[in-house]
């Protein structure tokens, strides 16, 4: 099953004893036109962490996201994932880099005519070395995992916009990731379903020793899960580290988060 075969990732060591980053942008730039999107970023991820990109809408979250899935090039720097530099990968290497690193799109992006069980059967059938009951087991795993196995027959348009989520994580799960990149999970979802999400994604990292990169502006999902915290503004990094230390941060934008979020909870 899948849970007994999940090992933790292997923990490459640097020159200096510590371990690789699993992820790391290294003084990236892009741009679209006039539009600067990232401007010199730099921040890394080490294997098994959390790291949550914070930041206002058209920021450049979803840019960096499609950086790591190498949808997208950096005009400069390099950007490391699954610690191999990917930055001038041929779109080959590249579909290797994404059976390792998966992505969970912010619109769940599930194929309408199958069912919630065959949309998590797709990467399985993909692999074509499994018979149809071990993918029946492993579907029925996945959709327990993530709390909705007795939507396995229905079809999407069925699904609020929570559980698609929740079956587009199972789908993202399916292939084994090492990695898995989650796009605003909370988002237009009703606040018990965003306590939901954010506890499932905790449960897989603790549970399958995933890495993982969530990009969020809910502070409430960044301070449940994020080892580190990058925050972007203005096309630069204005604040990386832990959440408690981002408390102290006196950057004006980041303040403003922070209260923003006191002003929520207190309501
Ligand atoms: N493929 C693209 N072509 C041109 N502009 C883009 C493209 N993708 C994103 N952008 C622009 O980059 C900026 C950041 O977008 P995005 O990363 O989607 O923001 P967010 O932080 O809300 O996820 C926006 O100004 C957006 O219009
Ligand atoms: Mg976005």
Request: glycine content about 6%.
């Amino acid at each position: 099953m899948l849970l007994e075969n999940a090992k933790p990732v292997i923990r490459l060591m640097s020159t200096n004893g510590n371990p690789a980053p699993y992820i790391a942008f290294q003084d990236v730039s892009k741009a679209f036109g006039d539009n600067r999107v990232l401007d010199h970023v730099s921040f890394d991820v080490l294997p098994g962490e959390t790291v949550c990109i914070l930041g206002r809408s058209g920021v450049g979250k979803s840019v960096a996201l499609h950086h790591i899935m190498g949808f997208l090039k950096p005009d400069s720097g390099h950007v490391i994932v699954a610690c191999e530099d990917i930055t001038d990968y041929p779109e080959k290497e590249l579909q290797r880099i994404r059976k390792k690193v998966t992505m969970v799109f912010q619109n769940g992006a599930l194929f309408d005519s199958l069912t919630v069980g065959e949309n998590v059967a797709f990467p399985l059938r993909e692999r074509a070395d499994l018979s149809e009951e071990q993918i029946l087991q492993i579907v029925d795993g996945l959709l327990e995992m993530v709390a909705v196995k007795e939507m396995r027959d229905l079809l999407p348009s069925d699904l609020s916009t929570g559980m698609k989520r929740s079956v587009a994580i199972a789908r993202s799960l399916a292939a084994q990731p090492e990695c898995v990149l989650y796009d605003e999970p909370t988002t237009m979802v009703d606040p018990l379903m965003a306590q939901l999400l954010g506890d499932l994604i905790k449960r897989l990292k603790i549970q399958l020793h995933l890495t993982s990169v969530v990009v969020t502006h809910d502070m409430r999902l960044a301070k449940k899960l994020a080892d580190r915290i990058v925050f972007l503004h203005e096309a630069k990094v204005l604040f990386f580290g832990p959440y408690s230390e981002m408390e102290k941060c006196d950057e004006p934008i980041v303040r403003e988060f922070l209260q923003l979020d006191e002003l929520k909870l207190g309501a």
